[in-house]
């Protein structure tokens, strides 16, 4: 793992810890493209959290809805961009992508290593909120 990088598994496993409606599923589907496409063929509604390089202050957090998705500006390109967007293309083109947000998070440190930086570590509480907030509106 990559310290700042991995703000997505930090999130799975904290959301993983906390009590969420049945119909709501917590996945870390890492890097692997199979597992992503697998996962959202199958989901109603999909949010990704993931570490995005954009040149934004450490612990800027971006929020993509369909629209910023499909033709996502050059500058906002996660650590993952050409994985993740493959995937999304991929489902669309085997069935329909259910609608995705995808919460970003400026990295500070992208070092070896498991720890997040300070500045990421402080705004993993908002993370948190938003994926709630998108996944359980009713409770927001």
């Known amino acids: 793992m990559f310290k ?32 992503v496409i697998s996962f959202m063929a199958k ?24 629209k910023d998705i499909s033709e996502p500006p050059r500058k906002l390109v996660s650590l993952h961009q050409l994985t993740l967007l493959e995937a999304l ?21 992208v070092g070896m290593g498991m720890e997040l930086s300070p500045e990421i570590k402080s705004v993993i509480p908002r993370v948190l909120d938003l994926v709630l907030e998108e996944a359980c509106p009713q409770k927001h």
Not at 4 to 21: F, I, M, N, S, Y
Not at 47 to 60: E, L, Q, S
Not at 89 to 109: Q, Y
């Open 89 to 109: 293309e991929m489902v669309d083109k085997v069935g329909s992508r259910p609608p995705t947000t995808i919460i970003g998070v400026e990295p500070k440190d």
């Open 43 to 66: 989901a109603e509604r999909v949010i990704v959290v993931d570490a995005m390089k954009t040149g934004a202050d450490p612990g800027t957090i971006f929020k993509l809805q369909d």
């Open 4 to 35: 700042d990088e991995g703000v997505g598994v930090h999130v799975a496993q904290r959301l993983a810890a906390k009590t969420l409606p049945p119909d709501v599923q917590v996945i870390d589907c890492g890097t692997s493209l199979l597992e």
